[in-house]
């Protein structure tokens, strides 16, 4: 487990140590609302026990040890959501409507028709929430307290939204798609999640509705019949149990369109925008940061002095391809070329391995990947309100004996 490293993370602006966990509950009473004060592990019904961040609405986190595959398995894959209402749907009765004032021929499609009229395409891609690493601000942001695991890559199955649209006849006047899922705010006023994207990323021949995850059709908590997959881009756009695509020839004004989910301008070195949407001040977050996990060594861990140590990890971008990961064993003075796994596809996690024989003594384990775009992870946290796009390179210290 990697909890202490994360509490020490999450607990930095606080002045706490990571063995404080274990102090009564009420110590914790002061911390701003959304601060974790413990890693409780929940099994809810069809997945392995996850880290839980809360339960209404559902927000769990895959542990860290537990990323050993390049695929994630379906039941060990994280959960997000944003309202508390969560239709199971009969995927008989499901249906998605293509429209909007930009189509001239909207349409209804059921799952059967969505298998069957049209091609099937297949990709693997990382889901990776845009608060992923949150709970390791410092100094801390509200929002959910994710440590390193709100995020999987799993193989996709489905129908590219272009040919949806194309159906439809999307008009030249069309500047986002509109997305709507059936999961709708409870008693509270959450407002509903709607969330948009801009028209070229749409037609992206990547850009699918998925009715299949690793196989098997999706676990309800993933998005049960069907979600959208934007590869490359921050799952705040992979809307679940999707029902209503609408061409739109207006930007999207929703809460979380125009409130959340955004970063401010130039702070982040991404390639896509989304101008449609952008401000003076701020642009809504669009694609994955480079960034890496070490999956198998976690701080504090003791070693074998002399005996090789296979560190192990994932690495993956937006989808410009990981070209390189290094490691460091000496906090960051020299670092040496990891050895690339198995490549899935641009959009997937890269496996990654790095062989050492630790002395005897404190060694300080980090590992920086790089893409195909020149990017590379930070040394420093570029701190934003929301906590998005942390690709802080992990220090992790370890002690061979
Ligand atoms: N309908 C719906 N789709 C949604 C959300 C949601 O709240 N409702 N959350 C989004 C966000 S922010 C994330 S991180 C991913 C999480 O996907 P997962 O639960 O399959 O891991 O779903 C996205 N799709
Ligand atoms: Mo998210």
Not at 71 to 85: G, K, M, Q
Not at 336 to 355: N, T
């Amino acid at each position: 487990m990697d909890r202490r490293t994360f509490v020490r993370g999450v607990t930095g602006g606080l002045a706490l140590a990571g063995t404080q966990l274990l102090l009564p509950r009420s110590l914790w009473a002061g911390l701003p609302d959304g601060t974790i004060a413990s890693e409780e592990m929940f099994a809810l019904p069809g997945k392995q026990p996850l880290i839980k961040r809360s339960f209404r609405p559902p927000n769990f986190e895959t542990p860290v040890s537990q990323f050993t595959d390049v695929i994630t398995p379906n039941d060990r894959f994280f959960v997000r959501w944003h309202l508390a209402s969560i239709p199971e749907i009969d995927p008989r009765e499901w249906k998605l409507g293509i429209g909007g004032d930009a189509v001239t021929a909207p349409f209804e499609v059921t799952l059967e028709q969505l298998q069957r009229d049209f091609e099937q395409v297949e990709i693997v891609a990382v889901c990776q929430c845009s608060g992923n690493r949150r709970g390791l601000s410092d100094p801390h942001v509200p929002g959910v307290q994710w440590g390193y695991g709100a995020m999987g890559n799993a193989r996709w199955k489905g129908v590219r939204l272009k040919d949806l649209l194309a159906k439809a006849g999307i008009g030249k006047d069309a500047v986002e798609l509109a997305l709507d899922g059936a999961d709708r705010g409870a008693l509270d006023a959450t407002p509903d999640f709607i969330k948009s994207i801009p028209v070229w990323k749409a037609m992206d021949e990547n850009t699918i509705v998925a009715w299949q995850m690793n196989g098997e059709p999706l676990p309800h908590w993933n998005g049960a019949p069907a979600r959208l997959i934007v590869p490359g881009w921050t799952a705040t756009y992979w809307t679940k149990k999707i029902v209503s695509i609408r061409a739109v020839t207006q930007p999207v004004a929703s809460f979380w369109m125009a409130k959340a989910y955004r970063v401010p301008k130039g702070k982040f070195p991404s390639v896509d925008r989304f101008t449609s949407q952008e401000t003076a001040e701020n642009t809504p977050i669009t694609e994955i940061v480079v960034n890496s996990l070490v999956t198998n060594v976690s701080e504090g861990q003791k070693v074998r002095a002399g005996a090789p140590l296979v560190v192990k990890g994932m690495a993956w971008d937006a989808g410009y391809g990981i070209r390189s990961v290094d490691v460091s064993t000496d906090g960051g003075r020299s670092w040496q070329d990891a050895e690339l796994g198995a490549d899935l596809g641009r959009f997937s996690f890269r496996p990654w391995q790095f062989v050492f024989k630790p002395s005897k003594g404190a060694h300080t384990i980090s590992a920086r990947a790089s893409n195909g775009a020149g990017q590379t992870q930070v040394e420093q946290l570029i701190f934003n309100p929301a906590g998005y796009n942390n690709n802080v390179i992990q220090r992790i210290g370890i002690e061979a004996v």
